[in-house]
């Protein structure tokens, strides 16, 4: 099979493209076929050698990849060989090898997809859809709620926006740059600002009319993020899902008393520690795609070209999920 390996720590230049030995399943698991593979922004930390990944250094040479959704090619000892044939999505784990034609998981990590949903689609829902609906857990949206939405065009900000509406709540969304503005607003944000332009923060405050903002979600964190969070009013709330720019949100314990606010990670620890793991919140992803209440945006890359889809999502230069296509 062809697949991206990684064989040193540095570029997005070091993926390469080569030919490797296909994976065989062991007892428990079964082999997809894959048809479509995520990347996420902790592929290229991971990829780069930079600190603050979560869980030890991968051994190298690896195959990057978390996400994949396929056909069931083959399968292992113990499985029901009814698996076999059947479309299926997975996310596979930290380090699960999924920039690759061929993927090993578990099966009890697999859920069935049904005819009619894309597989790239699929697979922006089985990882990125999950953390969102972490987020919208923590959250709890309500119609009487005016909520920002930083990173607003990435592959979470774009679910939480729908989310947000759905739950007939005034949307504010902030991205970078006028096409991805362009996307937030025909998402359905009540105001879509380009947070690269100096006093963006500004334009919010008027076009909120004396409105103050009850709910940040921060995926962006830095200077952007801090100006986000001095939107709120008193008894907002401050959620964080993330850094993008680099750098947290600068906020400490006077910025809680003076701004009358609550702060808050809903990632990371919260999100690991929740009883009975993660399948609850992928089968709640999964079910909004199916039923159209959440559609993800999408940039595809083919396997080949896994460098550039690196290179593109470090630039900020893409929109939604980042999904490569093998074949």
């Known amino acids: 099979m062809h697949a991206v390996v990684l064989h040193e720590f540095g570029p997005a230049e070091n993926l390469r493209y080569e030919s490797v030995e296909d994976p065989k399943p062991g007892p428990g698991q079964v082999r997809i076929a894959v048809r479509a593979a995520g990347v996420h922004l902790i592929d290229t930390s991971i990829r780069s050698g930079r600190s603050g990944v979560p869980g030890p250094t991968p051994a190298l040479p690896m195959i990057g990849g978390r996400e994949v959704a396929g056909v069931v090619d083959e399968v292992g ?110 998402l359905g944000a009540a105001i879509s600002v380009d947070y690269d332009q100096e006093g963006w923060a500004d334009t919010v405050r008027a076009a909120l009319e004396g409105r103050k903002l ?23 709330r401050f959620l964080v899902y993330g850094f993008s720019s680099g750098e947290p949100t600068p906020l400490g314990v006077f910025d809680l008393i003076g701004l009358g606010i609550t702060a808050a990670a809903v ?44 290179r593109a999502l470090e630039n900020r230069e893409t929109v939604g999920k980042v999904v490569l296509i093998p074949g």
Do not use: C, N
Not at 90 to 118: C, K, N, Q, R
Not at 216 to 236: I, K, M, N, W
């Open 267 to 310: 990632i990371g620890a919260r999100m690991f520690a929740r009883p009975g793991g993660f399948r609850d919140l992928e089968d709640a992803a999964l079910a909004a795609l199916i039923k159209g209440r959440m559609v993800p945006l999408l940039t595809r890359f083919s396997l080949a070209d896994a460098a550039a889809a690196h």
């Open 214 to 236: 009850s709910v940040v979600l921060d995926g962006v964190g830095g200077v952007r993020g801090r100006a986000a969070l001095e939107l709120l009013g008193v008894d907002g």
């Open 77 to 186: 000892a113990d499985v029901d060989p009814s698996w076999r044939g059947r479309r299926v999505v997975a996310h596979l784990g930290m380090l699960g090898a999924g920039y690759a034609e061929l993927a090993v998981v578990d099966v009890g990590s697999l859920h069935s997809l049904p005819d009619g949903v894309d597989d790239a689609a699929a697979v922006a829902m089985i990882g990125t859809g999950r953390t969102a609906f972490a987020i919208l857990e923590r959250a709890q949206l309500s119609a009487e709620d005016v909520v920002l939405v930083t990173s607003a065009a990435g592959g979470i900000g774009v679910l939480l926006i729908q989310a947000a509406l759905d739950a007939g709540a005034t949307v504010v969304g902030a991205a970078g740059g006028p096409e991805k503005v362009e996307r937030v607003r025909q």
